[in-house]
């Protein structure tokens, strides 16, 4: 008989500390002790902002991004959020990383079939620009777009901006969460946003909370969401937290780090 | 398949979802491609079909986010949500406090949304129940897509103006004394669209 399950999320695994590639336990006092994130640039590349809402607190910039000849570009917007849920992936960074300066990339747009473009335009941009830190809570699955999604967060990786990427929540192949050079997150049932797990079984590398998850939503409204979605903006926060206690860190001293401080990591009894 | 199969199996595809989750209302948006819109195609529960043919912008709303990342979601707290109540929900007579939805994918392009309106998710969660939905769209892609793909081929038929049109209309003059003339015409024709030209023997 076949188990239907959510994709990508945890079933609760443990990971031996042998993993941990430095004396264990790391703790979180040094890993981000009491930062805010202050200081470290976040895209979220989504739906657009309300940068209005109390959850949110502000944004330094907008933009979306507009068909040009011969090529989309990213120009500044004006539209807000027009679907929430960029909104609440921005909330959701704000409710772990308070201080982390946030932009807001939309990505959203009428032609379904032109969106790989603009995803691949967005994205460049943002790396371009040099954000610290950029939440992926989509993905594309289209075979033509793969190569180009794959030099692109190549390159993100050597820049120094750490793409932290949501996990499709069905069992499919879609990209870029599935490439090594971005942090990738599914979702765990655990309603405490610092929970954290590292999956001892990759592509997907980290699981937090993505059932339930409280958000902020356009118009100073709230909502409950579940999604993947809602699990890569609290990697997205614990990053901010860590890159302030230590802003020379990278996308690989990331990984590190969380996989050390992760809740999982313990010796089977 | 025809048409009429097609629709019998989009409101089965509702029906069974509504079904499935013990939900208010199940319904299906068809992306069409001409007017870059989701339209509500068939619903079954509350408010049934009131709003079949409505167009909605595809950058706008869960549905249109659902459409544009491939992703599902599940949200709570949408009757809250007073953009929501005013645009679409209210004219269905059906609030919904959760909307799930999934986006219904054939060979990579996603070409709807399937959405369920107040399910009820305590009994199996909603990771499960995600994956669930996702199944139910995937289920019935393969014959929407054939209901989009005859759609946008008679709409080509219907374009009196349009090459096809005007070539039918020549052929409607054409009388036996034409016949090495036609044939001629389609041995060129079969030449320039690089097919073989099938002869009676």
């Keep these: 008989m076949r188990t239907i399950r959510f994709a990508h999320h945890s079933v609760g695994a443990t990971v031996s500390p042998g993993r941990i590639p430095a004396p264990h336990p790391v703790t979180r006092e040094w890993a981000w002790g009491a930062a805010t994130g202050r200081g470290v640039r976040v895209c979220v590349v989504d739906s657009g902002v309300d940068a209005t809402h109390e959850l949110v607190r502000g944004i330094a910039g907008q933009f979306t991004v507009e068909d040009g000849d011969p090529q989309p570009r990213v120009v500044p917007d004006d539209a ?80 120094g901006v750490t793409l932290v990427s949501a996990a499709h929540n069905s069992p499919v192949v879609s990209y870029p969460w599935r490439f090594p050079s971005v942090l990738s997150v599914g979702s765990h049932a655990y309603a405490d946003g610092e929970y954290l797990e590292l999956n001892p079984r990759p592509p997907v590398d980290f699981f937090a909370p993505g059932v339930n998850v409280p958000v902020a939503w ?52 | 398949m025809n048409a009429t199969t097609h ?20 319904s299906v948006f068809l992306y069409d491609l001409d007017r870059d819109a989701l339209v509500f195609e068939a619903s079954s529960g509350v408010g049934e079909d009131q709003l079949v043919g409505v167009a909605i912008p595809a950058d706008r709303g869960i549905a249109g986010w659902v459409a544009s990342t491939g992703e599902p979601i599940v949200i709570r707290g949408v009757a809250e949500d007073a953009r929501f109540n005013r645009d679409f929900a209210a004219g269905t007579g059906l609030v919904p406090d959760v909307i799930m939805a999934a986006p219904i994918e054939h060979e990579g392009e996603i070409i709807g949304v399937l959405e369920v309106l107040d399910p009820r998710l305590e009994s199996v969660g909603e990771m499960v129940a995600i994956d669930l939905l996702t199944e139910l769209a995937a289920q019935s892609c393969a014959a929407l897509s054939l209901l989009l793909a005859g759609r946008r081929e008679r709409a080509r038929h219907a374009d009196a103006a349009g090459a096809l049109g005007q070539l039918a209309a020549i052929l409607d003059t054409a009388d036996p004394q034409r016949e090495a003339a036609v044939g001629e015409l389609v041995g060129a024709l079969a030449r320039l669209l690089g097919v073989r030209c099938i002869s009676p023997t």
């Design chain 2, 7 to 26: 629709e019998v199996i989009l409101r089965s595809t509702v029906r069974l979802a509504r079904l499935s989750f013990d939900a208010a209302a199940a």
């Design chain 1, 80 to 159: 807000g959020d027009v679907a929430g849920h960029g909104t609440a992936c921005a909330g959701i960074i704000r409710s772990l990383a308070p201080e982390a300066e946030l932009t807001s990339v939309r990505v959203l747009t009428r032609n379904l079939r032109g969106n790989g473009d603009v995803l691949l335009t967005a994205l460049h941009w943002a790396v371009q620009q040099g954000f610290a830190l950029v939440n992926v809570s989509l993905s594309t699955r289209r075979e033509a777009l793969k190569e180009r999604l794959h030099d692109l967060t190549d390159r993100a990786f050597y820049d």
């Design chain 1, 218 to 269: 356009p118009g100073g409204a709230t909502k409950v969401v579940s999604g993947n979605s809602f699990a890569a903006p609290h990697v997205v926060g614990l990053c901010a937290r860590i890159l302030q206690q230590h802003p020379e860190f990278r996308t690989a001293q990331l990984r590190h780090v969380l996989a050390a401080v992760s809740d999982n990591v313990r010796s089977q009894p």
